[in-house]
């Protein structure tokens, strides 16, 4: 991944857990934390490919930050509080916390399955609820910030996206309800909703990577995003350069939800 993150100088020395951080967005705000010099735990499903994506950006840490990776699955509570436990442990602090993970399916309306619909929430909105839950104590005193990852799909209608926008619209009216609960302890919850980011969940709906010329004409900014473009947009909500934004959801789409 190359890619020269945004400088938000208040971030060094701070911790910051990151969920699904194995590949694509995730991989990004890994990357993105620790060239601002921030220790990161590392969390996803996928416990050899975190391991490796940790180990990869190794050399990319400023500062003296760290990464550690751990193999954790975002719908079980406790596997969120084993890794603010051991952000805990490790850095003696915990600063921000970013729910990242996610899963991406399409099918009707008339067909999703039971299955699919509850995977869909337990890991959007169960896992983004279990992530503050745990986060929250962790931070103490201090207080902190926390990132949802949304998506665009929690405003616009596309068919065969049911279940997924519906999880990912529970995303965002939850962060509303987390800000103004978490707010008189000094902790600020925010969203990002990306809209077509490159990663390996885009590319699975194509087959391809990137997106037909048609679907990229109709953004206003011409081209499908980074997944440092989203990660940069995090840092902002995670520094002090946000301290008065909370509940908030910031869209990050090229534009591409006023067509
Ligand atoms: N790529 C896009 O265009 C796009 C657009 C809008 C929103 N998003 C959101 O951004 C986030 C990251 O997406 P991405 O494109 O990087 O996806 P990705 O598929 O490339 O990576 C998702 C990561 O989450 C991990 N994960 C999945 N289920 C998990 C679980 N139960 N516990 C722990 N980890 C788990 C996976 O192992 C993987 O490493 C997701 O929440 C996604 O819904 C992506």
Redesign the pocket.
Same mark, same amino acid.
Not at 19 to 26: E, F, P
Not at 72 to 75: G, H, I, K, P, Y
Not at 100 to 104: C, L
């Given at each position: 991944m190359t890619y020269e993150p945004a400088a938000f100088a208040d971030l060094k020395g701070r911790t910051v857990a990151v969920? !699904?951080?194995?590949? *694509? =967005? *995730?991989e990004a705000h890994v990357l993105a934390l620790v060239r601002n010099g921030v220790n990161v735990l590392a !969390? #996803?499903? #996928?416990e050899s490919?975190v391991g490796a994506t940790a180990e990869r950006l190794g050399e990319q840490c400023r500062h003296g930050a760290t990464i550690v990776p751990m193999s &954790? #699955? @975002?719908?079980r509570a406790k596997d969120h509080h084993a890794l603010a436990e051991r952000a805990f442990q490790r850095f003696g602090t915990l600063d921000g916390w970013i729910n990242?993970? *996610? +899963?991406?399916g399409l099918n009707g309306v008339l067909e999703t399955s039971g299955a699919e619909f509850t995977r869909m929430h337990e890991?959007?909105v169960l !896992?983004a609820s279990f992530g503050v839950q745990a986060a929250v104590p962790a931070m103490g005193a201090s207080g902190g910030a926390i990132v949802n +990852?949304?998506? =665009?799909?929690a405003y616009v209608v596309r068919a065969r996206s049911g279940a997924y926008s519906a999880s990912?619209a529970a995303v965002e009216h939850l962060t509303k309800f987390q800000a103004v609960e978490l707010g008189p302890r000094g902790i600020r919850v925010n969203a990002v909703?990306? !809209?077509? =980011?490159d990663? *390996? &969940?885009?590319s699975s709906l194509t087959g391809e990577p990137g997106m037909p010329q048609s679907a990229v004409e109709a953004v206003p900014l011409r081209r499908i995003g980074t997944?440092g473009e @989203?990660s940069d947009t995090v840092l902002f909500l995670l520094s002090d350069a946000s301290r008065f934004v909370t509940g908030h959801t910031l869209v990050v789409d090229g534009g591409g939800r006023h067509r």
């Open positions: 969920t !699904g951080a194995a590949r *694509g =967005i *995730g !969390g #996803d499903l #996928d490919a &954790m #699955d @975002v719908t990242n993970a *996610g +899963v991406y890991v959007h !896992g +990852v949304a998506s =665009i799909a990912k909703a990306p !809209g077509m =980011i990663t *390996g &969940m885009l997944p @989203v």
